[in-house]
């Protein structure tokens, strides 16, 4: 369904993406597992074209998106639907308007029929008979469940969650774990999903992939994952602070730094 | 250390062209989009009801107190000469070819042209503007061209009205209270005012109305992703627009008359 092939990214010095390859199988739920700044969130961005990469592939029904035009992009995006980390509802909008949204801009049905179609996604995120709240007036959970139903209103083929349980507490948590793997299950649709909460990514992922500073160091269903030998994946999945990923980034020598500047300090007073 | 200051000033100046370049081609782009079919009306009514309709208050206040200081001043002065029966064609001259225009887009800056500009930067922080991305819907053809286009409909409209209440807060002051003859007000006016002084208020209110909108979006669009990225954003929008407001009114005062 979507492929990915030696894509790289970079921010400067910075490489977020390292001749990344990998796929994402139809109809079946893939979570992008890593640390904060493993480059998950980029990955995702190019998958879906939000970013270019600066050279690589990603193939989406055979089409490469890196190199398709604004029109065949769009095209293809209207099979695709995308939950966003902080939901991405728009604030002038009330529930009901912003489901509707989408599909008031690219088709033509009639009103009534667009209610229905609204109440129904509603149902299946548990919320209707909440439509004419403003999204300032929901919870976190909330928001995530009125940008889920956003997201499908348009029936995609494709949906990709962006840390979809962050900042959640565990039931919040549970209920959007639960609604990923339903959905994936009764619409069929392909599932994308980033994320560094391991629980729930073990109990919905079909495949999981792992990122560590934009590489891929493990990628394999859950029980390939958890029986890894590489001792980042272990200590990602245990979230011991002992092991080979470091807890902090800088390069430079803690003491020596400390005595640099000691030293530079001795030198103004001198 | 003559080089490095050489540097920075170059540096500095190659980023500020870079950024007249970028706000160029966001102009076009959102142009160029707004004449592309789907057409959005309802999104271009609601933004003129935005830029336009609420404004009026705030203009009718600054006309209807500009014309009357004008009527205060100008009688005045004109008694020194004995002329008050000029008063009528000072306001109106005054008004229609400057004040008008540029009080005007002044008072659209601080209300709307803040806002749009933090709009826009709240959209950015919250990923509304990728979000359309995934919708399939162009984000630059979606919110900036009808804000544009709002800005470029409604100012000669708010102009046209502040020259209006301008006039009769001369009229209040000027024949109402200080007794200047109702005909000769009103006379003098006719045969002063033109239609290329009526015609130049119309295009520098129209220059104005596509700078408001155009630097706020702009500063909206640019804005860095966080809380005071946003509050910055809004304070340029308003800090530029104002400024290019009084040096193109220059330009154009230069080239009209």
Not at chain 1, 31 to 57: A, C, F, N, W
Not at chain 1, 145 to 155: F, K, Q, S, T
Request: net charge positive; glycine share 8%; hydrophobic share 45%.
């Amino acid at each position: 369904m979507i492929r990915v092939e030696n894509l790289v990214k970079t921010y400067g010095s910075t490489v977020a993406c390292n001749r990344l390859n990998c796929r994402f199988d139809a109809k079946k739920v893939t979570v992008i597992l890593g640390g904060s700044g493993s480059g998950k969130t980029t990955l995702l961005r190019q998958i879906t074209g939000l970013e270019k990469p600066d050279s690589g592939s990603v193939f989406f029904d055979d089409m490469d998106l890196t190199r398709a035009s604004k029109k065949d992009l769009y095209k293809k995006r209207k099979k695709m639907g995308m939950l966003f980390q902080g939901s991405a509802l728009f604030n002038y909008l009330n529930i009901f308007e912003n489901i509707a949204f989408p599909l008031r801009e690219h088709t033509r049905i009639a009103e009534n029929v667009i209610k229905n179609i609204v109440t129904m996604k509603l149902e299946m995120v548990g919320l209707r008979g909440n439509e004419h709240l403003m999204p300032s007036q929901l919870s976190g959970g909330m928001m995530k469940r009125v940008g889920l139903a956003r997201a499908i209103v348009m029936d995609p083929k494709v949906i990709f969650y962006d840390e979809p349980t962050s900042g959640l507490d565990p039931i919040s948590t549970g209920v959007i774990g639960k609604l990923i793997r339903d959905l994936n299950v009764k619409l069929d649709i392909t599932t994308v999903v980033v994320s560094h909460d391991i629980a729930s990514s073990f109990k919905i992922a079909d495949k999981i992939i792992i990122l560590y500073f934009g590489d891929i160091i493990a990628q394999g269903t859950v029980d390939q994952i958890k029986n890894s030998t590489d001792e980042r994946v272990q200590q990602f999945i245990t979230g011991s602070p002992e092991g080979p990923i470091p807890f902090t980034r800088t390069d430079t020598n803690y003491v020596e730094a400390l005595l640099a500047d000691t030293d530079k300090s001795m030198e103004k007073m001198s | 250390m003559n080089l490095d200051i050489a540097a920075s000033i170059g540096q500095a100046t190659i980023a500020r062209v870079q950024v007249i370049g970028r706000s160029g081609v966001f102009l076009f782009f959102a142009f160029f989009l707004a004449f592309r079919p789907p057409y959005r009306i309802f999104r271009l009514i609601k933004e003129i009801e935005f830029v336009g309709s609420k404004s009026f208050l705030i203009v009718f206040v600054t006309a209807l107190f500009t014309g009357m200081v004008l009527g205060l001043q100008g009688y005045h002065t004109l008694t020194q000469f004995g002329a008050q029966a000029l008063l009528g064609s000072a306001v109106a001259l005054s008004i229609i070819r400057e004040l008008g225009p540029v009080l005007c887009a002044l008072m659209v800056t601080g209300r709307a042209g803040s806002a749009i500009a933090a709009e826009i930067g709240i959209m950015r922080i919250t990923d509304q503007f990728p979000a359309l991305e995934m919708m399939a819907i162009d984000p630059v053809k979606y919110v900036i061209s009808p804000k544009i286009l709002a800005g470029i409909i409604s100012l000669p409209l708010l102009t046209a009205f502040f020259d209006v209440v301008g006039i009769m807060g001369g009229y209040l002051v000027g024949v109402q209270l200080l007794g200047v003859n109702q005909g000769a007000y009103f006379g003098k006016m006719i045969t002063a005012v033109t239609f290329a002084d009526i015609y130049g208020g119309m295009i520098k209110s129209l220059c104005f109305g596509l700078l408001i909108t155009w630097i706020s979006c702009f500063m909206g669009f640019c804005a860095k992703p966080t809380t005071e990225g946003v509050s910055r954003a809004t304070t340029r929008a308003v800090v530029v627009s104002s400024v290019s407001i009084l040096v193109v009114d220059y330009i154009l005062t230069s080239l009209l008359l």
